[in-house]
């Protein structure tokens, strides 16, 4: 909604002069040439928002999350992402929660946040063995507190997520 209004205000703030000054000096602009300003304006503005929502989103975190690996993407329908991908999604560690120590396993529970543009974030609960170099995760929402987390975890090797094992093994 916000952004909405931010960018019919954008075109406001740009048309409106070049169609004051135009008025005061009685001068006929040509017909096109304001939707074309307008249309530059709100495709720019359009790029600007994909380009800046990563920087945008993690400075609204705070401190509360550190970001551990950005994903970036191109697409077919902007083509401009081809020359400089931008980033759709990301994965940070919940720095609210502090990694312990499940049990006497020597495996590291800790918490993990994926978020992605136009999607509600994703809490996971990491498991990772440094020992055998092996991580485990799985959504934070269906894991109850009387389940063991060992019996329910699905590992998988350090290779699909090697900054998590450096995050949590180097503590």
Known sequence: ?????IAICLVAVVCGPIW????????QLPKFLLPMVAGITLFSFNIYMSYSWFD????SYGDDIVVLKEYRSSSIFAPWT???PRVSHFLAINAKQQAKQVGESGIIQGAVVMIQEYVDPLNMTVL???QKERI???????VSAEQN???IAQWTGQKEFPYLTDYYCTK
């Open 1 to 5: 909604m916000w952004t909405i209004l």
């Open 20 to 27: 004051a000054i135009a008025r005061y000096l009685r001068v």
């Open 56 to 59: 945008r989103t993690a400075a």
């Open 82 to 84: 081809t020359l400089v």
């Open 128 to 130: 990772v063995d440094c």
């Open 136 to 142: 485990a995760m799985m959504p934070t929402e269906q």
């Open 149 to 151: 987390l060992l019996e």
